[in-house]
């Protein structure tokens, strides 16, 4: 199925398209202006007019609202996933986006660059950022072992500032597996070096687990 026309049907159904290309636009271009946000020193007549268009235009988009309940189905549930997500997502102008690959043996890699509205840190991204990152490749490892399931735990250890406006290696793999325990490790490296390591256990669910969680998740079990 096209990502023009996969369902975001509801629980309730509705049966409205994932318009994944316009809103991806959309997404491309708030996350600009978001950049452009942070760094601005324009004068405050500027500011003021670009509040006003601003407010104007989400008055716009907050005429209609996507359903919030969906179908527990597995390829909507990752097609909502890859256009939603804070980390790898398009539409969400909070992503920077992160592109992941999967290498199918419980290792993923990803590299990114992340800009000043992830800043916290003087010239470093926020260490809830770094490990925001780090829980969501190792999701990837995980689920590239073909085990996929939810964070338990995760230690991070930062080794030094991580910096933005430079290109991050990101790189999970799974260590370790016992029942429906999972153990993995993961890294980040900028300029050469690790800044920041991780440790986590995650557990997998199964289907009905999933089911279950998912329908508690929106209200409708």
């Known amino acids: ?13 509705s049966n409205r398209p994932l318009r994944r290309p316009v809103l991806g636009d959309l997404g491309d271009a708030t996350r600009a202006l978001m950049n452009a946000l942070v760094r601005t020193d324009v004068d405050d007549d500027t500011i003021a007019s670009a509040a006003a268009t601003v407010n104007e235009l989400a008055e716009k988009l907050n005429a209609s609202h996507r359903p919030g ?9 990752v ?13 969400n102008p909070f992503a920077p ?7 199918g043996n419980g290792r993923a890699t990803a590299r990114v660059t992340l800009g000043r509205v992830h800043e916290g840190p003087p010239l470093a991204v926020h260490g809830g950022i770094v490990a925001l990152m780090i829980d969501q490749l190792l999701g990837h ?29 990101v790189e999970a793999w799974v260590t370790e597996e016992s029942g429906r325990k999972i153990l993995a490790k993961c890294t980040i490296t900028a300029n050469g070096y690790v800044t920041a390591e991780a440790d986590a256990v995650f557990l997998t669910l199964t289907h009905e687990q999933r089911e279950k969680y998912i329908r508690r998740a929106v209200g409708q079990g």
């Open 1 to 13: 199925m096209s990502e023009e026309i996969r369902s975001e049907t509801g629980l309730g159904g």
């Open 69 to 77: 309940a969906f179908n527990p189905v597995p390829d909507e549930i």
């Open 79 to 91: 097609e909502r996933f890859n256009a939603y997500n804070p980390v790898v997502g398009k539409v």
């Open 97 to 103: 986006p992160m592109v992941v690959d999967s290498e």
């Open 141 to 169: 490892a995980v689920a590239a072992a073909g085990r996929p399931g939810m964070t338990a735990s995760l230690t991070v250890n930062y080794k030094r500032p991580t910096p933005f406006d430079t290109e991050l290696l």
